[in-house]
């Protein structure tokens, strides 16, 4: 499956807002967009002003490169989202929050997305005590997600959770850090989101 390979700080730069996609070195002076906050390219300094195609097309990208997705995969989520009661946007974002490898880096046991989704592939994630290693995998409240016990003295998963020790987790989760088990207590709603999306532009974007 093709994926973006290059250098994560340039999709920073391109939507013009921190994605946090190198986890902690986001919160650093090392981060690109602090250093560069124009987009990268040789005509990244111009000024240029989105058209309203522009400006959905930029809002469906930047979630894409939030939550590390292909078109095809997202436009997927989407159309699963219209098929579900409510609004089509929310339910977007509940169906994206509610990924495996979203929820591990939520839960503290990743320190990006990106690295989330290599412990899941990797097998180190057990959900309701069966391995889990699909990163698309989408959990349900009442379901049981833990690490595996040959997993709990992963050097990288416990210093992620050292890491995270002050990060509070989502109220749509449930978190026992002493024994790496978290309960999905809820779906997450927007209100849980704590990333700047207008959902409503990605849901004009793909009505047209």
Same mark, same amino acid.
């Given at each position: 499956?093709?994926?973006?390979?290059?250098?994560? %700080?340039?999709?920073?730069?391109? &939507?013009?807002?921190?994605?946090?996609?190198?986890?902690?070195? %986001?919160?650093?002076?090392?981060?690109?967009?602090?250093?560069?906050?124009?987009?990268?390219?040789?005509?990244? *300094?111009?000024? #240029? /002003? @989105?058209?309203?195609?522009? #400006? *959905?097309?930029?809002?469906?990208?930047?979630?894409?490169?939030?939550?590390?997705?292909?078109? =095809?995969?997202?436009?997927?989520?989407? &159309?699963? @989202?219209?098929?579900?009661?409510?609004?089509?946007? +929310?339910?977007?974002?509940?169906?994206?929050?509610?990924?495996?490898?979203? #929820?591990?880096?939520?839960?503290?046991? =990743?320190?990006?997305?990106? &690295?989330?989704?290599?412990?899941?592939?990797?097998?180190?994630?057990?959900?309701?005590?069966?391995?889990?290693?699909?990163?698309?995998?989408?959990?349900?409240?009442?379901?049981?997600?833990?690490?595996?016990?040959?997993?709990? *003295?992963?050097? /990288?998963?416990? =210093? $992620?959770?050292?890491?995270?020790?002050?990060?509070?987790?989502?109220?749509?989760?449930?978190?026992?850090?002493? $024994?790496?088990?978290?309960?999905?207590? @809820?779906?997450? #709603? /927007?209100?849980?989101?704590?990333?700047?999306?207008?959902?409503?532009?990605?849901? +004009?974007?793909?009505?047209?």
């Amino acid at each position: 499956m093709a994926r973006y390979t290059g250098a994560v %700080c340039r999709l920073c730069r391109r &939507e013009g807002e921190k994605l946090f996609l190198k986890g902690d070195r %986001c919160y650093t002076g090392k981060c690109g967009i602090s250093k560069r906050s124009y987009p990268p390219g040789q005509h990244g *300094q111009g000024r #240029t /002003k @989105a058209s309203e195609h522009g #400006t *959905q097309l930029r809002e469906k990208q930047k979630v894409k490169r939030y939550y590390g997705l292909l078109e =095809g995969q997202f436009r997927g989520y989407f &159309e699963m @989202a219209k098929k579900r009661k409510g609004q089509a946007g +929310e339910n977007l974002l509940s169906i994206l929050e509610s990924r495996l490898d979203n #929820t591990v880096y939520r839960l503290g046991f =990743g320190a990006s997305r990106a &690295e989330a989704r290599q412990l899941v592939r990797h097998g180190h994630f057990l959900v309701d005590g069966k391995k889990v290693d699909i990163p698309s995998f989408l959990v349900k409240p009442a379901m049981i997600i833990s690490i595996k016990d040959a997993s709990r *003295q992963s050097g /990288k998963i416990k =210093g $992620n959770l050292e890491a995270s020790a002050s990060r509070q987790a989502p109220r749509w989760l449930e978190l026992d850090r002493a $024994n790496h088990v978290a309960k999905v207590v @809820a779906l997450p #709603t /927007k209100a849980d989101i704590d990333l700047p999306i207008s959902e409503h532009l990605i849901v +004009e974007l793909y009505s047209k």
